[in-house]
């Protein structure tokens, strides 16, 4: 079985990692090239960038920006946003990305899951399930679907997704821990891997995550960017909790 992760996330607006509460508020945080390069070179086991605004401007992830971030990468990276069609995905992965995620577009027509996975492999295609009081939503949570989170990863899964990505937007930029009771119900819902994001205020959260949640891996933003913890320091504390860990 495949070690749990430990995964520094990227919002990207205008070209800059922003970071907000609820997917509000965005403040900035810095270059995406040059933390992308400090995480990898620190130890995260994998990154993902969010292209948080792709989606409601109707266009595709910056492809150059991809490109460039390959180049000082030394681990894999998802790219998310803007996402509407397979040329979108292969674009990416030319690009250099390793995985593709995909929110609105899939909860519009998901019939686009299917056709990412038997084009680029499950391996390459996340489903982002964004949930806000257990229902999922679109368009970086402004749009309402009445679809549950769990149902919704449960089809992403039956689709082909190989990986599924939840994010609590109760829970996003508050500090106070995952949302602990939807990520174990989605994980006991999925065969296939799930990332937990939203809500780490502290290191333990993160190995809450895989210890109460149930989740393959753990996704953090805030306390990477301020400079509260280091990677080495939040791998520590999961290897405190009985968390088997990669190690560099």
């Known amino acids: 079985m495949p070690l ?3 995964i520094p996330c990227l919002d990207v607006a ?3 990692v922003v970071k907000g509460v609820r997917f509000e508020g965005l403040r900035d945080v810095g270059d995406p090239i040059e933390l992308g390069a400090a995480y990898s070179d620190a130890g995260a086991d994998e990154l993902v960038y969010l292209d948080v605004k792709a989606t409601l401007e109707e266009r595709p992830a910056l492809l150059t ?3 460039r971030i390959a180049d000082r990468l030394a681990i894999p990276f998802t790219v998310g946003g803007g996402v509407r069609a397979v040329a979108d995905a292969e674009a990416l992965l030319e690009a250099g990305a390793d995985k593709v995620s995909l929110n609105s577009a899939a909860l519009e027509r998901p019939e686009l899951v299917s056709e990412l996975a038997a084009r680029l492999g499950s391996q390459a295609v996340v489903v982002a ?8 939503r679109g368009r970086a949570g402004s749009s309402a679907t009445g ?10 899964e039956q689709r082909g997704a190989g990986e599924i990505l939840l994010t609590s937007i109760d829970a996003d930029g508050t500090r106070d821990g995952y949302d602990l009771e939807l990520t174990r119900a989605i994980s006991d819902a999925v065969g296939v891997p799930l990332i937990a994001s939203g809500g780490v205020g502290t290191l333990e959260h993160l190995a809450d995550g895989i210890t109460e949640g149930g989740a393959d891996a753990v996704l953090a933003a805030s306390i990477f960017h301020f ?3 280091t990677v080495a320091e939040a791998k520590a504390v999961m290897a405190a909790r009985g968390i088997t860990v990669r190690t560099a």
């Not at 399930?129 to 999922?136: C, E, I, Q, T, Y």
């Not at 769990?150 to 992403?156: I, L, P």
């Open 129 to 136: 399930v964004d949930a806000k009081d257990g229902l999922a």
């Open 4 to 6: 749990p992760r430990l």
């Open 147 to 156: 679809r549950l989170a769990v149902d919704w990863a449960r089809e992403a």
């Open 227 to 229: 400079r509260e913890h």
């Open 65 to 67: 920006l991809v490109a």
């Open 14 to 16: 205008g070209g800059r």
